[in-house]
Nanobody, 120 residues
Framework: QVQLVESGGGLVQAGGSLRLSCAASGSIISIRTMGWYRQAPGKQRALVADITTGGTTNYADSVKGRFTISRDNAKNTVHLQMNSLKPEDTAVYYC??????????????WGQGTQVTVSP
């Protein structure tokens, strides 16, 4: 069983910063991609950023230049540094681990979500 535990969400004023963290635990052999998605009220869940084992990153256009994703492969953790936050960044942020290999399964997993609220 693989679990993803997120931390770091909260309330911040526009222009401020937050850092999200996610740790994957369980009988993990490897994780191909780790990333962050977000879902605002009334909208679909959408990719914010992801990063491969080799360090290749991918960002949504709306966060390029403001957010930075990083990863520690040895610890199975991923972080999202969010700077210059805007009210439109308000959403529930979900950690995702894709291509997770365990001794018995190859699958993807989601965290429980953490709320990020940016006030004007």
């Amino acid at each position: 069983q693989v679990q993803l535990v997120e931390s770091g969400g909260g309330l911040v004023q526009a222009g401020g910063s937050l850092r999200l963290s996610c740790a994957a635990s369980g009988s993990i052999i490897s994780i191909r991609t780790m990333g962050w998605y977000r879902q605002a009220p009334g909208k679909q869940r959408a990719l914010v950023a992801d990063i491969t084992t080799g360090g290749t990153t991918n960002y949504a256009d709306s966060v390029k230049g403001r957010f930075t994703i990083s990863r520690d492969n040895a610890k199975n953790t991923v972080h999202l540094q969010m700077n210059s936050l805007k009210p439109e960044d308000t959403a529930v942020y979900y950690c995702n681990a894709g291509g997770v290999a365990t001794p018995v399964l190859f699958s993807s997993y989601w965290g429980q979500g953490t709320q990020v609220t940016v006030s004007p």
